[in-house]
């Protein structure tokens, strides 16, 4: 599974400061994670769009973005031997509102200025303060979702026939593999597993990139695990079927990335 980069020492040219207004006082110490007070807006956006960023008073001087994938981007940091923040923490700390444009978002990594917005999936905005050894400690949080991708696995309809169609959602960033599970527990791979067996399985790199699948009930098969390897219709059997995913989730408290199991259920009948 791939393991997302998380970049601490970094910096951010933000493109547009469409408003910023004076908050009530600077911020003070901020020991704890709260996780709350902070506002997106909108919440599902487009690349068009301009996202509006309602802070709460106080707030610390860090401002960071952070992509789908775990890459961080800083806005606001305390100066380094390599970047000048075009946005410093004390002039941050005095507002409570600011905005900018998705689509002229660039920023500094390590490496070098890129977009910040590059691909759909939901983004993290953070602030908090800096603490000994780069760490960022968060305080506030809010999510920007971009291109309105489902944020955790989802299946429609509830119940099919096999003259229905299934979607299935899928959340950004996920594995490689999904599997629909049968009434009797028995595992159907979508994806080709590592083990390419041809159609109509999907290969794993596209399956990474895919945001939603539509499965037409009567006609879908998978492939099954035991004496032999085949593949095979998945409905037959009238029952609650369910489909397993994992999708990559970053904590909050120390920004690394971890595997979580989605899952989705349903009913077959005939």
Known sequence: ??????????????????????ANGPGGSHPAVKRQGIR???????RDDTIVIHLPTPHGGVLAIED?????FLISFDRTSRYQPELQPATFRGMNQLSFKINEAMGYTIWEQERIFKSPGV??????????????VVEHWCLVNLGSI??????????????????IRLPIPHDEDMVIENPRNKRFYLTDAGQPQGLPLIPGMTFRSMTELSLKVGEAKGLTFGKEDVIDSIFR????????????????????PRWVEDTCTFKFRR
């Open 68 to 72: 789908p994938d775990g890459a961080r």
């Open 123 to 136: 983004y993290k905005v953070l602030v908090g303060e800096q603490a000994t050894g780069a760490k960022l």
């Open 1 to 22: 599974m791939k393991q997302a980069a998380i970049v601490i020492v970094s910096a951010l040219a933000l493109a547009t400061f469409a408003h910023a207004e004076p």
């Open 150 to 167: 489902a944020e955790q696995l989802e299946c429609e309809p509830r119940e099919v026939t096999p003259r229905d169609t299934l979607k």
């Open 237 to 256: 059997s009238p029952g609650t079927y369910t489909v397993r995913l994992h999708r990559q989730e970053i904590t909050i408290d120390d920004g690394d």
């Open 40 to 46: 997106c807006e909108p919440r599902m956006a487009t």
